[in-house]
């Protein structure tokens, strides 16, 4: 038989991974969830809506990646203190986790009657946490850091809202983590295709020998509402402006039925993703905004279908 035709992402078997059973504190869903691996161990952030319908972070550890234990106090909720708690009031959303020079950045998103902000947190053991900036304007989401600087700079993927052109992902750079400039768009939604509506980055991106992978989600209207699936790009290691391929087809849609059912219906996101050493990839999603799903990819897979099977990054091949 010529080539693989089976799923790029294999789903883990005992999906979902985490449910709202699984918290120690009250919670309706458990879903969008940065992770890492620290001291050999994953260590996950992930967001659950509390009863009123506003989010927290939470934290959760495993030894294998895939069976983890939820810590018995959120992680990271709505600041009391200036200048976050104006942005903070409505919740703390899909937090990213990025190891860079010995500490973890977190970025999330921070909703407030003032629209949607990003704010950058650092913990050094993911016991002591402190917020460092709000790095955005509002309308803003899905800010996603580098995990090294690049020729001498910080760098970024983001999502910045526009009312005259759909979504797109972004690039800014940043001398000191806190100021960021320099911004280019590098991808674009392509019309009648299944990002057409909007895309926004996911994963921190993953160094490869063949450019940084950058796993983003994109999204397609239909008559039953949208459909949020996962797609994925390569980026130039020195200069990851310049996209050197996006894969024109998903690499992830609603299939289980945890997926196409719950808070929010048919709906794939990822905050998060871990290289393995054998060259395997351990990813993270939230199925329908409810639960907590993971599975495997072989990077060398998802490279080759950037540069294989490429579609336009901004419109023009
Ligand atoms: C986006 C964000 C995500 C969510 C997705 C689907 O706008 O709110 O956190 O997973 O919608 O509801």
Known sequence: MAGYSGPIIRRYKGNPILTKNDVPYPVETVHNAGVVKYNGRYVMLFRSHLRNGRSVIGMAESDDGFCFRVRPEPFLTPCKKKP???????????????????????????????????????????????????????????????????GGRYARLDRPHSEISPWSIWISFSPDLIHWGDSEVVIKPLPYHWDEMKIGPGTTPIKTEKGWLNIFHGVFKTMDGAIYRLGVALHDLDDPAQVLGVADEWILQPEDPWEVTGYVHNVVFTCGAVAEDDGMLKIYWGGADTVVCAGTARIDDLIALCVNKPRPATGVL
């Open 84 to 150: 976050f708690a104006l942005y903070e009031e409505f919740g703390v959303e899909d937090p990213r986790i990025c190891p860079l020079e010995g500490a973890y950045l977190i970025t999330y998103s921070a909703y407030s009657r003032h629209g949607v902000r990003v704010a950058l947190a650092r913990t050094f053991d993911f016991n002591h946490v402190d917020r460092l900036s709000l790095i955005t304007q509002t309308d803003y989401r899905n800010v996603v850091i580098f995990p090294e600087k690049i």
